[in-house]
C-alpha cells in the first residue's frame, strides 16, 4: 500500500519535472503576436505597433532577419545527434503587384546571427554567393519562395522548399496543402495578402523532415506536402539560433510573421490564431503604387470617357445635324430643331407615317413640351436653288392664319432634306373620304359642297386676300384635309414653287399633278392664278362625280374626267356624271352647279375661267353661271393635253402611285 502511494508520488514529481522541462523557455515556446517580444532583430526587420513582426516593409533589395533571442540546445547528449523537434509559424506576403512579390521568407536554424555576409534577393538573406552550398553553413530552411531563380532550379514562383546548406531545395513543392478529405492537392499564393500557416517537423529516430502548410482557417493537413528523410545531426550545430529571414530584390514585398511556436523534443504549441493581429492594409509605398498603377488606367477612363462622349456629340451632331444660314435669322421663330422632330415622331418611326406624295412622307408627330399634335412633312431637297425664296414664301405663309387653310407652323432644314411642320389634322384628307380608302366613310353631298366652298374660300384668300398673290400649285383631293368639324383646309401651299427650278435654269419644270395641271402650263411652264383655278375646276368634278381626274375608260385607254363629264353634258345627262355612291341623295342644282362651274374653271383658255372671287359668287349663288352651252366647251381636253405635250396615257401609268408629275417644259414644242 505505501509503496503503491509512493510510486504515485514519484510518478507525479517526475511529470512536474516533465512539465518544467518542456515549459523551459528555450526549448518550448509560442507567440501569438509579437508585442513585448525581445527578439533580435537586424535589417530591414521589426515589430509593428500592432504587434506583426515585419521581415521587410516593402523597400527594394534589403533583407531582414528575426531570432529567438537565446540559442537552442539541438543536440541531445549523450551521443549528440539532432534532438525531435516541432516548428510552427504564421506568415503573410503583402505585394502591391497580384503576380511579382519578391523575394520570399524562410525559418531557418543556423550557427550564427551574424549574417551580415549574406545577400538579400534569391539569397533570401541566408547565404551569399560565396557561401551558398558551403557544408560549412550549417543552415537548415524551409523557404517560401516567390521568384522562379533558374540558377537556383527553382520549380516555379511560389514554391515551399527544404533547403540545407544550399538555396538550391533538397524537396521543393507547389505551395499549397492536401486536403484531408479528399486528398486532392490545394494550391496556396503565396503572395496572397492571407496568413497562411506552416509547420515544420523532425524526427530524430526517423531522420524525416515534414513540412506542412494550410490556410490560416484551417487545421493541419495529415498529408504533408513536404517529407524527406536527412540526418540534422550533420547539420545542425550546438548551439543554434532559430528565426527567420527575408529578402527583396528589385521586386519587393512586405514579409510578415504573425505567430510562431516551437517545440524541442514534442509539438510545437498551438498559436491562438484569433490572438494575432490583422495585416496593415498596403502602405505608403503601396498608396504610390498603387497610384501607379491606378492612374494610367484612370487616365485611359477618362480618356475613354472622353472619346465615347466626343463620338455621342458627333454623332448626335450628324444625327440632329441641321442646316442653318444668315438669311434665316429672321425666321428663327419659324425654326424647329430637327431634335424636336425628331423626337416628336419618334425618329421618325414607320408606324407614325401619315403618307406619302410625290414630295415626301409625312409624319404624325407630338412636340415634346407643348404635347402639340404636328404632321411633318419631309422632302427630300438637294438643291440650294430657289431655297430662300422659298423658305421666305413658306414663313410668310407660315404668318398667315386662314379657317380654310391648314396652319403652317414652320420648318427645319437639314443637309438635302427639308422639314414641313403642320397642324395636325386628324381627319386626313379627302381623298380617303372620296374614295372610301382606309375604311373612311364617304361624305353626303351637303358636305360635298360644304368642302368644295371651303377650297374656293381658302384659294380667294390666297389669291387675292392675304398682302401678296399665293398660287398654290397643287390643288387636289388629296391636299385638302378634313376638318374637325368637315370643313376642309388647303395644305401643302406653295410646294411645287420648289422644284419649279431645275438644275439647269434654262428649263423650268412642271410641277404639279398630272390631271390637275392647266394646258398652258406645257407651254409657259409658268404657274398663274388660273393654273390654279384650272386644278380647282378638276378638283370640283372629282369631289362631285367621286372619280380620279384621269379615268380608266377600258382596259387599255383613258379618258379625262373633263372630257367624261362633258360628254355626259352634250348627251343631257348631266345628272349621270354624279357620283353613283351618293345614291341619289343630292341637291340636283348644286350639283349641276359644280359640275358646270368645274368645266368652266378647267376650261383651256385661261380667260373663260373665272376668278376665285366669281367662283366664291356662284357657289353662292350671289351671281348666276354663265350660260354656256356644252358646245361651247366643244374641246377635248385629253387630245388638248396631248397636243400641249402631256401624255396622259405615259403619265398615268407612272404616276398612278405617286400622282405626282414633273415635266421638262416642252417650249420647243414636241
Ligand atoms: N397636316 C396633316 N394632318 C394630317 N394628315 C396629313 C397632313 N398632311 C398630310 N397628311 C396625310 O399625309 C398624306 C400624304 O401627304 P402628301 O402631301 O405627302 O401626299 P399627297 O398630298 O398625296 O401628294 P403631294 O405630295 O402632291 O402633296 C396625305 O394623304 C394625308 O392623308
Ligand atoms: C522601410 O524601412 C526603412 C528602414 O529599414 C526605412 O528607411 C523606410 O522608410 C521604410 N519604408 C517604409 C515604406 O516604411
Ligand atoms: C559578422 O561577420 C563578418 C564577416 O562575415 C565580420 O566581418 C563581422 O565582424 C561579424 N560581425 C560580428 C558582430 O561578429
Ligand atoms: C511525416 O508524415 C508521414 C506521413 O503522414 C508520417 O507517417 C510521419 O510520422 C511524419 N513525420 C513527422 C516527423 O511528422
Ligand atoms: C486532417 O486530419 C487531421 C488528423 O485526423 C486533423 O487533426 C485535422 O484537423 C484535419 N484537417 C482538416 C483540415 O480537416
Ligand atoms: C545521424 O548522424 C549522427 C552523427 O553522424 C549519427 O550519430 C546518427 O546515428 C545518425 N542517425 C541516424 C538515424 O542515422
Ligand atoms: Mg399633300
Known sequence: MPSKKIMFFKLIISLSLAARSTGNEDDQFVYSGFTGSNLALDGNARITPSGLLELTNGTARVKGHAFHPNPMRFHKSPDGTVQSFSVSFVFAILSTDPDLSGHGLAFFIAPTRNFSAAFPT???????????????????????????????????SNHIGININNLHSVQSHDAGYYSNQSGIFERLALNSHEAMQVWVNYDREAIQINVTMAPINLAKSERPLLSTTFNLSTVITSPAYIGFSSSTGTVSAQHYVLGWSFGMDSLAPPIDISKLSELPRLGQKAQSMRLHILLPIGIVVFLFAVTATIFLLIRRNLRYAELCEDWEVEYGPHRFSYKDLFDATEGFKDKNLLGGGGFGKVYKGVLPISRFNIAVKKVSHDSKQGMKEFIAEIVSIGRLQHRNLVQLLGYCRRKGELLLVYDYMPNGSLDKYLYGKDGKPTLDWSQRFQIIKCVSNGLLYLHEEC??????????????????????????????????HGSDPETTHVVGTIGYLAPELARTGKAT????????????LEVTCGQKPIMKDTEESHLMLVDWVLEHWRKGSLNDAVDIKLQGKYDVGEACLALKLGLLCS???????????????????????PELMPTHLSFCMLALMQSEGFNPYIISHSSSATSFGTMSSLSGGR
Not at 137 to 153: G, K, P, R
Not at 529 to 540: K, L, N
Open 122 to 156: 534569391q539569397y533570401l538573406g541566408l547565404f551569399s554567393d560565396q557561401n551558398n552550398g558551403d557544408p560549412n553553413n550549417h543552415i537548415f530552411a524551409v523557404e517560401l519562395d516567390t521568384i522562379q531563380n533558374y540558377d537556383l532550379e527553382d520549380i516555379n
Open 529 to 540: 392664278p388660273f393654273t390654279d383655278v384650272f386644278s380647282f375646276g378638276v378638283f370640283i
Open 467 to 500: 398682302e401678296k398673290t399665293i398660287i398654290h400649285r397643287d390643288i387636289k383631293a388629296s391636299n385638302v384635309l378634313i376638318d374637325t368639324e368637315i370643313s376642309g383646309r388647303i395644305g401643302d401651299f406653295g410646294l411645287a414653287r420648289l422644284y419649279e
Open 603 to 625: 376650261h383651256p383658255f385661261t380667260n373663260i375661267r373665272p376668278t376665285m372671287r366669281q367662283v366664291m359668287q356662284y357657289l353662292n349663288k350671289e351671281m348666276p353661271l
